[in-house]
């Protein structure tokens, strides 16, 4: 069993922590996830001001420490954009 042992390739957009399960089927995410009162921490990954603290913008406060992340900005598709070109 290697669940865990892997390293993620990908990119990661928002992350929404709830108190219990939102979804019972498949889904089409928002492209913005927004803090209700079942959110417990709200992660939008996009504060590239402070590269090194992920900020929580639920009202909890649950922010924590980024060690050894790549910031890529991304175009509306999830395309990484190339060195200079506007957000």
């Known amino acids: 069993d290697n669940y865990g042992t892997d390293d993620f390739s990908g990119v990661i957009d928002e992350v929404r922590i709830s108190n219990g399960a939102r979804y019972t089927e498949d889904f089409t995410p928002y492209a913005s996830f927004e803090s209700d009162e079942d959110t417990l921490a709200l992660y939008h990954f996009d504060d590239f001001d402070t590269p090194d603290t992920l900020t ?4 909890n406060a649950n922010h924590g420490t980024v060690h050894g992340a790549t910031y890529v900005r991304v175009d509306q598709n999830l395309q990484p954009l190339r060195q200079g070109d506007a957000r």
């Open 56 to 59: 929580d913008s639920s009202p």
